[in-house]
């Protein structure tokens, strides 16, 4: 039973257009949200985070969207740079817990 | 600042056998959680450790444990493995607050079983 789904498992994307890679989850008590980054034999980066109290948190190129009725979020990267090509997990987290559970993964490719 | 140290790198162990991975987080950090990645399963949580303590645990067999020491190291320990326990594991350490407070992951013990 996964409770965080990225329905996509590849993505790309032109240099300088914008790259949106989705997220869906199912548990209700998620209040927390991250996006990590990974590059082959490295370990994940975070990225950016968003509380369930806000719909919106911006970092530079990335922003991430969250619609709680939806139980959807997004990440947003504009303009997208090939040094940008890796995989992304989301992740959630409820109550203020350490523990994470994590999608999938949605690997992004933007091309020059 | 030095991130999270996973040691070995890469590590080659028979079926039966156990291992034990170290992990040192970010100075400051006293939350250290290890999760093991498959392509197959992804990243799945093992356990949390917060001052010593075990504070959260996840859906893993008694064979997989972990503890921590007063410095915020972290050992892993798995005996008896088996080929299903080839995988990466990934410590990440944070500074234990929760939300607002990200896991930084280190670059991962790479355990392969024969």
């Known amino acids: 039973d996964q409770q965080v789904k990225q329905n996509s498992p590849s993505l790309s994307v032109q240099e300088g257009r914008i790259s949106i890679l989705n997220c869906d989850y199912t548990?209700?008590?998620?209040?927390?949200f991250l996006w990590y980054k990974k590059y082959p034999a490295e370990g994940p980066t975070f990225l950016i985070s968003?509380?369930?109290?806000?719909d919106k948190n911006e970092d530079g190129r990335f922003t991430v969207f969250l619609n709680k009725s939806a139980k959807h979020l997004s990440l947003h990267i504009v303009p997208s740079q090939p040094g940008d090509s890796a995989v992304y997990f989301c992740?959630?987290?409820?109550?203020?817990?350490?523990?994470?559970?994590f999608g999938k993964g949605t690997k992004l490719t933007v091309n020059p | 600042k030095a991130g999270v140290t996973q040691t070995p790198r890469y590590l080659i162990k028979t079926r039966g056998q156990q291992v034990t991975l170290s992990c040192s987080p970010i100075?400051?950090?006293?939350?250290v959680s290890w999760y093991q990645q498959t392509p197959g399963q992804g990243l799945q949580f093992l356990f949390e450790?917060?001052?010593?303590?075990?504070?959260n645990k996840g859906n893993f067999p008694g064979r997989f444990s972990g503890r921590q020491f007063s410095n915020s190291r972290s050992e892993m320990n798995v005996s008896t493995l088996e080929l299903g326990d080839s995988a990466l594991y990934l410590c990440?350490?944070?500074?234990?607050?929760?939300?607002?407070?990200?896991?930084?992951f280190g670059n991962g013990t790479r355990l392969t079983v024969t």
């Open positions: 990440a350490s944070s500074l234990g607050a929760g939300a607002g407070s990200p896991l930084h």
């Open positions: 548990n209700s008590m998620f209040d927390y």
């Open positions: 968003i509380s369930s109290i806000k």
């Open positions: 992740a959630a987290s409820d109550g203020g817990s350490e523990k994470l559970v």
């Open positions: 100075s400051g950090h006293r939350s």
């Open positions: 450790y917060f001052s010593e303590t075990q504070r």
